[in-house]
């Protein structure tokens, strides 16, 4: 397509010379650094990074998590290191949107981005065209330390936002709270459940086919019949706060977190069998970022224990290095595989 | 001067035509500053245009070099396509007849009528958009949503008076009339603006003579004053279609929870919902729109350009108002009651929710602060910097694109027919275009080398001027078409330049509805969201993205707080407009005596 052909101008030769030029930034340890900013832990960056980021002044991030967490991340970034953090905030596929858009024309304003799913566009678009760059090679400190498992395609995921369901407790009793999906179906009355509509992301169908692989059709055709579609966002965490539904289901804590912070009648509760959507940061190319050191530090923070436990605490997500607040049969999204049939079974084209 | 009293003359010699050269010297000798600087802003606009916008078409089109029907046959394979295009037509159709009728209507109240309320006229037309339009349409979901809408509730209580108990209702925003309600809130206005128009234009002494004839308010209403407002009505309808066709804040909002999909809807969708966005289909669905918007432009041109319409003339006239007796009361609530529900009643619920901190059935008064406001106002320093950039961005913006809309709808009407119509087309390509391709075609055209605007303050204003310049010039072109020919041919025969036409006739005279139409331009781009969500860079953030990004991912009461500041922001900015034009502003145009 158009796209492709725009792209395959670019240079693909970067990534050799990447991972040469980081290397040479990144052999300090950090008890030798000279930085104002003092290594506090396992993963903080050496001295000489510090600087060279503190020199460029700004990181812009590219981020889907919520307001308060994009905040909450920039203000203890800035904190720690004295450098602005200018966040562009927008929902996953938006952002990625926006993002291959502006390395078409060759120049990417973000230094990194921040958002699930981040492994497959990265993985498979970001990263072969030569937009992201690997951050295994970006010789990150914190890498060392960071689980494994979740590295994927060059990117490294370090937020875990798992679905839960909202409640209102003016119209759910406490006895009546439901502890799994299934029992949403159960608990609410007719039309009193919030479905955020699934077609607005592909985390959302990859929670439905889970769903319908542990529970089957017939579950999901309950569901169509018990809920009401709304578009996520204010429009559907209001309405729940104002008791005009019982029930949001699938939703995240960070969703509906400021919603309960202003003191709505508005609990969670995390099902033991759920998935969840994956934030993960990808660094743009250094020859194509404007801050390619201070993207580094940020990157280094993001996926640093320190920094994962800011976005945990300011979004009620979990943290990769804490896994025993996942729920206990908690699976990882899978590839889409039923996307229509899902759609269609909850009565949605 | 008779023929009688003339010599015998030879006959005249055939007409030679004159050489090339002469021809071009002629050409040349005619062009004055004022047509130069015309046509240099006419190449400049539709250059971008087509430069912009043609850069994504052409791509999707001519992928390989070869045209290509992929687009339209993705289009038109989406899945519960036909039941969508249907769902537009009925919704965009009944809301345009009903918003016809009730513009038209308040537009006779305020330009014929003893029931004139000057402010109210003078404000009708922006009333809607002081709420950026997303915000008027959750406003309304916070009133009259089922079970906890703010009016359902008082009315539940009312009835349970009268021994009637409802566990919810008695109205639903989510519903079909809902939605074709609210579509008819946002319409009115263009019925309103361009029946004020006419009837401020035909001569009233028709009308007197009708009523002295022995006509009843009535029957001169159906018999005289209709069919001369035929023109007028006719503009105002398929502008309708246009802007219904694109609205896109109300099915967004009403849309999902009702189950009723409209194309502005499926279009966004289709660019939003997944990555990479499906552009080929959107674009292909845009066709649909070119259908029917270029049949209302079509049909524009032709009104306008008739001939028929009414026209301000140089003959004074004044109307005498009629008087409505026992209706006249009843007839000023009405002029009241299009405030009180496009603005008054949203704002009210947004205040309460902002005091409150959410929105609930059981309002909270005890728990009232204004931490919301604190929030958005004094602690979100991206929303200070966001504000600023917007309303410097709206200002310049719509300053340039009314002076540019004028230019072009005066050059349009001199322009020969051909031309004429190739360059409307032009200027008026980007609305039927979804703002979110808008923003895509920026990005990809003028985003990086050479140029490397992305992310910059210049490819937002350049965005925003290519996204409401069509919207400018038909109220340009409508101004424009209200002047008659022979006012300006008597000026030109008194020896006046066109410089000075143009100052001292044309511009005095367009001046109330240029106005109307800045403040239009202005409220748009300080509320814009979709072309501003892909364009606006890390330091270069705008309000209507906080906005999006609110509805997104933030709660109502913090969205109410904000959209409260916007409407306020929006107030002074067009309450200084006013006061600086002095006067009869936004009453749309008026009689010229």
């Known amino acids: 397509m158009s796209r492709n052909r725009v792209t395959r101008k670019m240079s693909r030769g970067v990534l050799a010379a990447v991972a040469a030029a980081t290397a040479a930034t990144l052999t300090l340890s950090a008890c030798g650094t000279s930085s104002s900013a003092t290594p506090s832990g396992p993963g903080d960056a050496p001295a000489d990074l510090v600087q060279a980021a503190q020199k460029e002044k700004t990181v812009t991030l590219y981020t889907a998590d919520p307001q308060n967490v994009a905040q909450a991340v920039a203000d203890a970034f800035q904190q720690k290191y004295g450098i602005e953090v200018r966040f562009v905030r927008l929902p996953s596929s938006q952002l990625e949107q926006r993002y291959a858009s502006e390395a078409q024309t060759g120049k990417i304003n973000a230094d990194l981005i921040f958002d699930a799913g981040v492994e497959v566009f990265g993985g498979q678009t970001a990263i072969p065209k030569g937009w992201g760059e690997p951050i295994e090679q970006a010789n990150l400190p914190a890498l060392a330390a960071f689980p494994k498992e979740w590295v994927k395609n060059g990117t490294a995921i370090s937020e875990i936002q798992p679905w839960v369901i909202a409640y209102n407790t003016d119209k759910i009793k406490a006895d009546a709270v439901p502890q799994t999906f299934q029992d949403v179906v159960k608990v609410a009355g007719q039309g009193q459940v919030i479905l955020p509509d699934p077609r607005a992301a592909d985390a959302y169908v990859q929670f439905w086919e889970l769903m319908d692989t542990s529970y089957g059709d017939a579950f999901l055709q309950q569901y169509k019949n018990t809920s009401r579609v709304y578009a996520s966002g204010a429009p559907a965490s209001a309405a729940l706060a104002a008791g005009d539904e019982a029930v949001m289901a699938p939703t995240t804590a960070a969703a509906v977190n400021d919603v309960v912070q202003t003191g709505a009648p508005v609990k969670v509760v995390t099902p033991q069998l759920t998935s969840g959507a994956e934030l993960g940061v990808m660094l743009t190319t250094e020859s194509k970022a404007q801050h390619p050191n201070a993207a580094k530090l940020l990157a280094n923070y993001l996926i640093s224990p320190e920094g994962s436990a800011v976005i945990a605490k300011a979004g009620g997500s979990v943290s990769v290095y804490d896994k025993s607040h996942l729920p206990a049969q908690y699976t990882s999204p899978k590839p889409l595989q039923n996307k229509a049939k899902v759609l269609s079974l909850l009565g949605l084209s | 001067m008779t023929t009688t009293a003339a010599p015998l003359a030879p006959p005249p010699p055939p007409p030679v035509k004159a050489p090339l050269a002469a021809r071009a010297r002629e050409r040349i000798r005619s062009l004055t500053p004022f047509r130069v600087v015309t046509g240099l802003v006419v190449l400049v606009f539709a250059l971008l245009v087509l430069y912009t916008l043609g850069t994504v078409v052409f791509r999707l089109f001519f992928p390989d070099g070869g045209f290509s029907l992929a687009p339209f046959r993705l289009a038109f394979t989406q899945p519960g396509i036909g039941k969508v295009i249907l769902n537009t037509v009925i919704i965009v159709a009944s809301s345009g007849v009903l918003a016809l009728v009730v513009g038209s209507l308040l537009a006779w109240i305020s330009e014929r009528t003893d029931a004139r309320l000057r402010p109210i006229a003078a404000l009708l037309p922006v009333v809607p958009f002081l709420l950026p339009p997303i915000g008027g349409a959750i406003g309304w979901t916070v009133l009259l949503s089922d079970n906890a809408g703010y009016l359902n509730v008082i009315l539940r209580w009312l009835l349970d008076h009268v021994g009637v108990h409802l566990e919810s209702g008695p109205f639903n925003i989510y519903s079909w009339y809902g939605m074709i309600i609210l579509y008819t809130l946002y319409q009115i206005p263009f019925a309103f603006m361009l029946v004020s128009a006419g009837l401020s234009s035909i001569d009233p002494q028709l009308e007197e003579a009708a009523r002295v004839s022995g006509y009843g308010k009535l029957k001169t209403l159906r018999k005289v004053t209709l069919p001369a407002l035929k023109p007028s009505i006719g503009g105002a309808g398929l502008l309708m279609v246009w802007f219904g066709f694109s609205l896109f804040a109300v099915p967004v909002i009403i849309g999902p929870r009702s189950g009723i999909e409209v194309l502005a809807v499926r279009i966004v969708n289709l660019l939003t919902f997944s990555y990479p966005a499906q552009i080929e289909p959107a674009v292909g669905l845009a066709s649909v729109l070119v259908l029917f918007v270029g049949a209302a432009w079509y049909f524009q041109g032709r009104i306008l350009r008739s001939g028929r319409n009414a026209a301000v003339g140089g003959k004074g006239r004044r109307a005498a108002p009629q008087k409505l007796g026992i209706w006249r009361r009843p007839a000023q609530a009405l002029l009241l009651l299009y405030p009180v529900l496009t603005l008054v009643l949203p704002v009210i619920a947004f205040l309460i929710v902002a005091l409150t901190g959410y929105w609930s059935a059981n309002v909270r008064w005890d728990n009232t602060s204004f931490k919301m406001f604190e929030t958005v106002i004094f602690k979100n320093f991206q929303t200070q910097l966001a504000l600023k950039t917007s309303v410097i961005l709206a200002l310049v913006g719509a300053t340039i694109g009314i002076v540019a809309a004028t230019l072009i709808a005066l050059y349009l009407r001199r322009a020969g027919r051909i031309r004429g119509r190739f360059v409307d087309a032009v200027i008026k390509l980007p609305a ?44 340009a072109d409508a101004a424009a078409a209200q002047i008659a020919p022979e006012l300006i041919e008597a000026a030109r025969l008194s020896g006046a330049s066109e410089n000075r036409i143009l100052r001292r006739i044309q511009l005095p005279l367009m001046l109330p509805s240029l106005a109307a139409g800045w403040s239009l331009m202005f409220v748009w781009m300080v509320g814009e969201l979709n072309a501003s969500a892909l364009l606006a860079g890390a330091g270069t953030q705008v309000i209507g993205f906080q906005l999006l990004d609110i509805v997104t991912s933030g709660t109502l009461g913090v969205l109410s707080a904000l959209v409260l500041l916007l409407t306020v922001v929006n107030l002074i900015i067009i309450g200084l407009s006013a006061l600086l034009t002095r006067s009869r502003v936004f009453t749309g145009v008026r009689t010229v005596t």
């Open chain 2, 432 to 475: 039927i275009f979804s703002p979110i391709v808008v923003g895509v075609a920026f990005i990809l055209s003028v985003g990086g080398t050479p140029l490397n605007l992305s992310g910059t303050f210049l490819i937002l204003l350049l965005a925003y001027l290519v996204l409401f310049i069509p919207q400018g010039t038909v109220t």
